[in-house]
């Protein structure tokens, strides 16, 4: 089992900028990357990005691609999520999450229901 705590989320203005952390805790050995998953009222989760433990291989969705920067800390078992310029539309509760099976494509790193553990979420708004 892997435990993930999301921090950091909170209200901002358009434009602006927010870090949310995610600390895993438990068997993050079995993990092979992290993601960053968000849901706003009345849409399906999305995928944001993602990132590999080895190799810090990472991968985002379109719509906030030159925006958000993944990192993550080996030493810490932490995941961050730097998102800068934010809009309105950004606005949702951003979920951490963790997955076993190996990803060699986008379109694998963002197929939510690969990922095996997840956190809680926190609520991000952006106010315009």
């Known amino acids: 089992q892997v435990q993930l705590v999301e921090s950091g989320g909170g209200l901002v203005q358009a434009g602006g900028s927010l870090g949310l952390t995610c600390a895993a805790s438990g068997r993050t050995f079995d993990s092979y990357a992290m993601g960053w998953f968000r849901q706003a009222p009345g849409k399906e989760r999305e995928f944001v990005a993602a990132?590999?433990?080895?190799?810090?291989?990472?991968h985002y969705a379109d719509a906030v691609k030159g925006r958000f920067t993944i990192s993550r800390d080996n030493a810490k078992n932490t995941v961050g999520l730097q998102m800068n310029s934010l809009k309105p539309e950004d606005t949702a509760v951003y979920y951490c999450?963790?997955?076993?099976?190996?990803?060699?494509?986008?379109?694998?790193?963002?197929?939510?229901?690969?990922?095996?553990?997840w956190g809680q979420g926190t609520q991000v708004t952006v106010s315009s």
């Open positions: 999450s963790a997955r076993t099976i190996p990803a060699y494509t986008r379109a694998a790193f963002a197929s939510r229901a690969q990922y095996d553990y």
């Open positions: 990132i590999t433990w080895i190799g810090g291989n990472t």
